[in-house]
Nanobody, 123 residues
Framework: QVQLVESGGGLVQAGGSLRLSCAAS????????MGWFRQAPGKEREFVGA????????YYADSVKGRFTISRDNAENTVYLQMNSLKLDDTAVYYC????????????????WGQGTQVTVSS
């Protein structure tokens, strides 16, 4: 199991940008698929994106593709979510999660979760 801490959330105007970070503990970070999920009020937690252990494969939900970018720095045990062209519907608590070596988009396949960071997009 890996310990995860998100940061970088805040209030931003529609059309603006935010960069979220997720710092992980442990010495096996590079063996995990890392995912980002979000949960808005009244909705289920949903998949945002994931990045494979080496960074060679990246997956995005259709709702964010072209606007969000996932990256990772295995030397610093950190995964990032760059969010551009933010919309009101992007408002949610964002969570990072560590999965198995091979990425999936299913929440049940991610065993370790951060505490979440709030992203609020205003008009």
């Amino acid at each position: 199991q890996v310990q995860l801490v998100e940061s970088g959330g805040g209030l931003v105007q529609a059309g603006g940008s935010l960069r979220l970070s997720c710092a992980a503990s442990g010495r096996t970070f590079s063996t995990y698929c890392m995912g980002w999920f979000r949960q808005a009020p009244g909705k289920e937690r949903e998949f945002v994106g994931a990045i494979s252990r080496s960074g060679g494969s990246i997956y995005y939900a259709d709702s964010v593709k072209g606007r969000f970018t996932i990256s990772r720095d295995n030397a610093e045990n950190t995964v990032y979510l760059q969010m551009n062209s933010l919309k009101l519907d992007d408002t949610a608590v964002y969570y990072c999660a560590a999965g198995r070596s091979l990425c999936t988009i299913a929440r049940k396949d991610f065993g370790s979760w951060g505490q979440g960071t709030q992203v609020t997009v205003s008009s």
